[in-house]
Nanobody, 114 residues
Framework: QVQLVESGGGLVQPGGSLRLSCEVFGSAFSRYGMGWYRQAPGKQRELVAGITRGGYTNYADSVKGRFTISRDNPRQTVHLQMNSLKPEDTAVYYC????????WGQGTQVTVSS
């Protein structure tokens, strides 16, 4: 059974940075395109960044130029570097395949506030 374990969230001031990590246990990680998603209170979960098996990336318009997704296949880990954070980035962040194929992990809370 695949397990997704997200980490790296926290409280940060506007303009600050965080680096999220997601370790994937129990799957052939390199076979999957991966994505970072977020869900703010009262809103639907949305894809913010994706990375294909070959390393091609795509981003939601709201995070382009500020967030960078990367993957480390030997460590079965996907990262999200978040810079120039804004209060509207506040949400619980999750990883999954780009087709949402795995059971969701617990996520990691990101709070951007002064």
């Amino acid at each position: 059974q695949v397990q997704l374990v997200e980490s790296g969230g926290g409280l940060v001031q506007p303009g600050g940075s965080l680096r999220l990590s997601c370790e994937v246990f129990g799957s052939a990680f390199s076979r999957y395109g991966m994505g970072w998603y977020r869900q703010a209170p009262g809103k639907q979960r949305e894809l913010v960044a994706g990375i294909t098996r070959g390393g091609y990336t795509n981003y939601a318009d709201s995070v382009k130029g500020r967030f960078t997704i990367s993957r480390d296949n030997p460590r079965q880990t996907v990262h999200l570097q978040m810079n120039s954070l804004k209060p509207e980035d506040t949400a619980v962040y999750y990883c999954n395949t780009n087709q949402r194929e795995f059971i969701w992990g617990q996520g990691t809370q990101v709070t951007v506030s002064s």
